[in-house]
Nanobody
Framework: QVQLVERGGGLVQPGGSLRLSCVASGFTFSNYWMYWVRQAPGKGLEWVSTINARDGTYLADSVKGRFTISRDNAKNTVYLQMNSLKPEDTAVYYC???????????????WGQGRQVTVSS
């Protein structure tokens, strides 16, 4: 049974930091591309970051310099470290996985349940 279980998130003040983690099971994690996407209230899905099976990383311009994606294959876990958070980062954050590169979220094979991140004073 495939599962992506996300942890972390919550409420943080502007300028603060949070870390999301996503623990995978039921598939060969090390072979998969992993993604973070988010959905702000009333908006569509927005791609945030990708890490491929060789630790190559990609970040959306809106988070570049503030967010970092990483993975630990021994723990079947992908992380999203979020620093210098802004109110516009408020969203539900989802992790997702694909065996091969995906250009749209429609192509993601597996999804996590989502975690709320709220940036507010």
């Amino acid at each position: 049974q495939v599962q992506l279980v996300e942890r972390g998130g919550g409420l943080v003040q502007p300028g603060g930091s949070l870390r999301l983690s996503c623990v995978a099971s039921g598939f060969t994690f090390s072979n998969y591309w992993m993604y973070w996407v988010r959905q702000a209230p009333g908006k569509g899905l927005e791609w945030v970051s990708t890490i491929n099976a060789r630790d190559g990383t990609y970040l959306a311009d809106s988070v570049k310099g503030r967010f970092t994606i990483s993975r630990d294959n021994a723990k079947n876990t992908v992380y999203l470290q979020m620093n210098s958070l802004k109110p516009e980062d408020t969203a539900v954050y989802y992790c997702a996985a694909t065996r091969f590169i995906a250009t749209t979220s429609d192509e993601y094979d597996y999804w996590g349940q989502g975690r709320q991140v709220t940036v507010s004073s």
